[in-house]
């Protein structure tokens, strides 16, 4: 199963943010593509969603000078552990602003307007083709859970499904179930952002890996856990989170995204 890449874009022209949507999606057919004009807002996709590609206008208000929120958004993205070498695009106008950006903030490219379509869709290939290697490696990695003082270290991997429940975690794993106390839902998405462990629900994660169906009409999928299946419900607010993941490759039935 195939995981798509999300990529953020940050620019307050909605003509210019359309554009950089249409080179994305040339470039990446199966990617997620998040847009907006605001920081706060560019703040929480980054938190909800493990961004692969970050695509960011230095000077989101042309009207205030000395701002560049783009800047200052990326300054702020570098000390989230997650994103320390997530790619970075700078879309800009101003050549004077390329050298900060590369040295201080280790963007990987920039991009000057008018965006040359060629140009953008070299750098965006080139910059999301080695995401799936580096998911793969997080999703070896273990988590560790603790329970009356005693560690559980659980691969990623191995993980089907977590859900929040009574005030408890329960993580599926291969033929097994584990309960945790002190720790919430929100926790465990931040402790694995990066990994293909995907919110579907407010109170259900579940391993993108593992779906082998997505009903969009009904919002529900279905997972394989070993030799068994199981389904699932998709909330509405997360079904974005679902797509990208999914590839119709298997079925002609209109089921899947």
Known sequence: MKRGKNILILEDEELLREELKRLVEKSEPDCMVLETGD????????KEHAIDLFLLDIILNPFCKGKREGLIFAENIRKIEEYE??????ITSIAY???QAFHNIHCY????KPIEEETAIEIFQRLLKNRRKRQTEYDERYIEFVDHGVIFPIRIKEIDFIEYAQRKLYVYTRGKKYSFKNITLSECIERMKGSSIIQIHKSILVNARKIITYDSVNRIIQIEIEAEKRILDVGQKYKENIKGFIRDDTDNSGDYL
């Open 39 to 46: 920081i706060k807002e560019a703040y929480q996709m980054a």
């Open 85 to 90: 070498v997530t790619p970075i695009v700078f």
């Open 97 to 99: 602003y390329e050298k």
């Open 109 to 112: 490219d920039y991009l000057l």
